[in-house]
C-alpha cells in the first residue's frame, strides 16, 4: 500500500467509515485519475489535517465527461419516464442503506455536525431523490385551442448535457438538488462539486452506480473553479449551466456560458431579513433565529443573517438570544453531542473573522462572539463562536454584505414601514421570515417583501416540492418543485393538421 493509500485508510477508519473514501474523477461509470495527474488535499475542517488527495479535473477531463455524456444521451432521454424514475427511487433506498457511512463522511470533509447530517443532510438527500423519482413520469405537456382544425400540443423535452457547479456548503444534499430534476427530465450530467467538498458527491456517483445509471449518464469531477467550473461554463457542448454559489462567481458564469448561449440557472447569495414584531411569541423567535443563523455554522445562502427587532422588545430578545447563543456547543463533528462545528475551511473562518473587524470599524458592537474558540482541543481547527453584532445602520457593509458565517447582525425598527424598507434595503433577495401574530401584517409582509422565499413564524424551511431561489443579486431560476422542471427541460409546441380549411394564400 502506497502512503496516499494507507493514510486515507487510517483516516477512514478514525471516521468510523467502513467503506472506501473515493477521490478519483467519475467519468463514463468508472473511477480515475486526472489526465494531468493533479490533485488537492481534502481537509478536515475540525484539525486542519488530510483526508485524502483528490484528484483535479482539467479542461482534457471536462472534454471527456462532455463526450461520455452527449454518448449516453439517446438512450437516456428516450428511455422510458418510469425507468428514470425508478432509479432515482432506488438511489434513494440505498442513500437510506447507508445513512450512517454518508452522515459521517459529510461531516468529515465539510465540518457539520453529525446530528445535523444525521437528522439533516441525508434524510434529505434521499427525500430529494426520492421526490424527483416520483417526478419524472409526471412532467406532462398541454393542448391548446388555436385555429379550427388544428390540433396543437406542447411536450417537455430534456435539453441535453447539463453543467452543474456545486458550493461547499451543502455539498451532499446539493447533489441531490442538482442531480435529482436534472435526471429525472432525461438530460445528462457533468457535474462539479466544490474543490474543497468533493468526498460525498463522489460517494453519491458510486450509488447511482449500484442503483443502475447507465454510464456516462452521470460525471461528477471535482475541480478548480477558476479552471473546471470556469470551463463547464464555457463549454460549447454543454446545452445548460446550473450554479450555486456567490453572486461575483454567478456573473462570471453569465459572461462565460454566452459564447453557446446555454440556459442558465442561478441560486447565489442572500441576505436574509429575520424580521420579529413587538407582538411576537418571544420564546420561538429566539429559538427560530438561532436556527436560522447558527444551524450549519451559517454557512447557508438563506441564512437569517440581518436579525431585526422591533424596539420595544430587543432588550429582552438579546439578553435570551445572546444567553442561547452562547450555549451552543461547539466541537469535533464526529461527536454526536456537538451542536456547531468548524467552518468549511480555514480560508472562509478567516473571512467571517474579517467581518468582525470591518463592524467595528463602522462603530458597530460585537455582543457575544467574534473570535475563536479558547478550547484548545478546537485550536487547529477553523472554529468561530456563534457572534452577534450590533450594527449602527442597515447600510453598514454587515448588514448589507453577505458574511456566511455564525455572524448575525442585529438592526432595531419602531415601525412597519421601517421594518419593510430596512428588511428591502438590499440587493439581495433570497429568503426573509418575520414572527408575529398579526395575520393581516403576516400576509401583508410576505407580499411586499423582496424576496423569493418567505417564512412567517418559522425561518429556513426547504422542502423538494417547494420552489427555492430568488430574486435581484440573488439569482434566476429556481431549484424544486414543478418550477425546476421548467428549467431542466425545453417545450417543442406540435402542430398538426386535422381538418383545417386554408384558403390558398397564392391563388391563381
Ligand atoms: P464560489 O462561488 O467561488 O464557489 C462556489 C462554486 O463555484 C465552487 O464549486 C467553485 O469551485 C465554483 N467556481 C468558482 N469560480 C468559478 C468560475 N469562474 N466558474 C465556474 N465555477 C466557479 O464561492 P466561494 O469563493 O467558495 O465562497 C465565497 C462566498 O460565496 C461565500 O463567502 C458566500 O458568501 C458565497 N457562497 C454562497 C453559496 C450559496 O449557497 N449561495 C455557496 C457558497 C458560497
Given at each position: 500500500?502506497?502512503?496516499?493509500?494507507?493514510?486515507?485508510?487510517?483516516?477512514?477508519?478514525?471516521?468510523?467509515?467502513?467503506?472506501?473514501?473515493?477521490?478519483?474523477?467519475?467519468?463514463?461509470?468508472?473511477?480515475?485519475?486526472?489526465?494531468?495527474?493533479?490533485?488537492?488535499?481534502?481537509?478536515?475542517?475540525?484539525?486542519?489535517?488530510?483526508?485524502?488527495?483528490?484528484?483535479?479535473?482539467?479542461?482534457?477531463?471536462?472534454?471527456?465527461?462532455?463526450?461520455?455524456?452527449?454518448?449516453?444521451?439517446?438512450?437516456?432521454?428516450?428511455?422510458?419516464?418510469?425507468?428514470?424514475?425508478?432509479?432515482?427511487?432506488?438511489?434513494?433506498?440505498?442513500?437510506?442503506?447507508?445513512?450512517?457511512?454518508?452522515?459521517?463522511?459529510?461531516?468529515?470533509?465539510?465540518?457539520?455536525?453529525?446530528?445535523?447530517?444525521?437528522?439533516?443532510?441525508?434524510?434529505?438527500?434521499?427525500?430529494?431523490?426520492?421526490?424527483?423519482?416520483?417526478?419524472?413520469?409526471?412532467?406532462?405537456?398541454?393542448?391548446?385551442?388555436?385555429?379550427?382544425?388544428?390540433?396543437?400540443?406542447?411536450?417537455?423535452?430534456?435539453?441535453?448535457?447539463?453543467?452543474?457547479?456545486?458550493?461547499?456548503?451543502?455539498?451532499?444534499?446539493?447533489?441531490?438538488?442538482?442531480?435529482?430534476?436534472?435526471?429525472?427530465?432525461?438530460?445528462?450530467?457533468?457535474?462539479?462539486?466544490?474543490?474543497?467538498?468533493?468526498?460525498?458527491?463522489?460517494?453519491?456517483?458510486?450509488?447511482?452506480?449500484?442503483?443502475?445509471?447507465?454510464?456516462?449518464?452521470?460525471?461528477?469531477?471535482?475541480?478548480?473553479?477558476?479552471?473546471?467550473?470556469?470551463?463547464?461554463?464555457?463549454?460549447?457542448?454543454i446545452a445548460k449551466i446550473s450554479f450555486t454559489g456567490s453572486t461575483a462567481t454567478g456573473r462570471r458564469i453569465v459572461q462565460a456560458s454566452a459564447g453557446n448561449l446555454k440556459k442558465v440557472q442561478l441560486e447565489l447569495g442572500g441576505k436574509g431579513a429575520n424580521i420579529v414584531f413587538e407582538d411576537a411569541n418571544l420564546l420561538a423567535a429566539v429559538n427560530g433565529s438561532a436556527w436560522a443563523i447558527f444551524h450549519n455554522q451559517g454557512q447557508a445562502c438563506i441564512a437569517g443573517s440581518r436579525l431585526m427587532l422591533h424596539e420595544r422588545i430587543a432588550d429582552e430578545f438579546l439578553e435570551r438570544f445572546i444567553a442561547l447563543a452562547k450555549s451552543i456547543r461547539l466541537g469535533n463533528p464526529l461527536d454526536p453531542a456537538t451542536e456547531m462545528g468548524p467552518l468549511t475551511s480555514m480560508l472562509?473562518?478567516?473571512?467571517?473573522?474579517?467581518?468582525?473587524?470591518?463592524?467595528?470599524?463602522?462603530?458597530?458592537?460585537?455582543?457575544?462572539?467574534?473570535?475563536?474558540?479558547?478550547?484548545?482541543?478546537?485550536?487547529?481547527?477553523?472554529?468561530?463562536?456563534?457572534?452577534?453584532?450590533?450594527?449602527?445602520?442597515?447600510?453598514?457593509?454587515?448588514?448589507?454584505?453577505?458574511?456566511?458565517?455564525?455572524?448575525?447582525?442585529?438592526?432595531?425598527?419602531?415601525?412597519?414601514?421601517?421594518?419593510?424598507?430596512?428588511?428591502?434595503?438590499?440587493?439581495?433577495?433570497?429568503?426573509?421570515?418575520?414572527?408575529?401574530?398579526?395575520?393581516?401584517?403576516?400576509?401583508?409582509?410576505?407580499?411586499?417583501?423582496?424576496?423569493?422565499?418567505?417564512?412567517?413564524?418559522?425561518?429556513?424551511?426547504?422542502?423538494?416540492?417547494?420552489?427555492?431561489?430568488?430574486?435581484?443579486?440573488?439569482?434566476?431560476?429556481?431549484?424544486?418543485?414543478?418550477?425546476?422542471?421548467?428549467?431542466?427541460?425545453?417545450?417543442?409546441?406540435?402542430?398538426?393538421?386535422?381538418?383545417?380549411?386554408?384558403?390558398?394564400?397564392?391563388?391563381?
Open positions: 500500500m502506497n502512503d496516499q493509500a494507507s493514510s486515507v485508510e487510517d483516516v477512514r477508519k478514525k471516521a468510523g467509515l467502513r467503506s472506501k473514501i473515493q477521490h478519483q474523477l467519475f467519468i463514463d461509470g468508472k473511477f480515475v485519475d486526472a489526465k494531468s495527474g493533479e490533485t488537492l488535499t481534502s481537509v478536515n475542517p475540525h484539525d486542519n489535517t488530510a483526508i485524502a488527495e483528490v484528484s483535479m479535473a482539467g479542461r482534457a477531463d471536462v472534454d471527456a465527461a462532455v463526450a461520455a455524456a452527449h454518448a449516453a444521451f439517446p438512450a437516456w432521454s428516450h428511455a422510458s419516464a418510469s425507468d428514470r424514475g425508478r432509479i432515482l427511487l432506488r438511489l434513494a433506498d440505498l442513500i437510506e442503506a447507508n445513512a450512517e457511512e454518508l452522515a459521517r463522511l459529510e461531516s468529515l470533509d465539510t465540518g457539520h455536525p453529525l446530528r445535523d447530517s444525521r437528522a439533516l443532510d441525508v434524510p434529505r438527500t434521499a427525500l430529494c431523490f426520492r421526490y424527483f423519482g416520483g417526478m419524472a413520469d409526471k412532467v406532462e405537456g398541454t393542448t391548446i385551442p388555436v385555429d379550427a382544425g388544428f390540433l396543437n400540443y406542447t411536450s417537455r423535452e430534456a435539453i441535453g448535457v447539463v453543467g452543474q457547479v456545486v458550493p461547499w456548503n451543502f455539498p451532499l444534499m446539493f447533489t441531490s438538488w442538482k442531480l435529482g430534476p436534472a435526471l429525472a427530465a432525461g438530460n445528462c450530467v457533468v457535474m462539479k462539486p466544490a474543490e474543497i467538498t468533493p468526498l460525498s458527491s463522489l460517494r453519491i456517483a458510486e450509488l447511482m452506480t449500484e442503483a443502475g445509471i447507465p454510464n456516462g449518464v452521470v460525471n461528477v469531477l471535482p475541480g478548480l473553479g477558476s479552471v473546471a467550473g470556469q470551463y463547464i461554463a464555457e463549454h460549447p457542448h472562509h473562518r478567516d473571512r467571517v473573522l474579517g467581518y468582525v473587524a470591518t463592524a467595528s470599524e463602522q462603530g458597530g458592537s460585537v455582543l457575544s462572539g467574534g473570535k475563536s474558540p479558547a478550547d484548545p482541543s478546537l485550536a487547529d481547527g477553523f472554529y468561530i463562536e456563534p457572534t452577534i453584532v450590533r450594527a449602527r445602520s442597515f447600510k453598514d457593509r454587515v448588514a448589507q454584505e453577505e458574511v456566511f458565517g455564525p455572524f448575525v447582525t442585529v438592526l432595531t425598527f419602531s415601525s412597519d414601514e421601517e421594518a419593510l424598507q430596512i428588511a428591502n434595503g438590499t440587493e439581495y433577495g433570497l429568503g426573509a421570515g418575520l414572527w408575529t401574530r398579526d395575520l393581516a401584517r403576516a400576509h401583508l409582509f410576505a407580499r411586499e417583501l423582496k424576496s423569493g422565499m418567505v417564512w412567517l413564524n418559522s425561518y429556513k424551511r426547504v422542502h423538494p416540492a417547494s420552489p427555492f431561489g430568488g430574486v435581484g443579486q440573488s439569482g434566476y431560476g429556481r431549484e424544486m418543485g414543478f418550477e425546476v422542471m421548467r428549467e431542466y427541460t425545453q417545450v417543442k409546441s406540435v402542430w398538426v393538421n386535422v381538418d383545417a380549411k386554408i384558403a390558398p394564400w397564392y391563388a391563381r
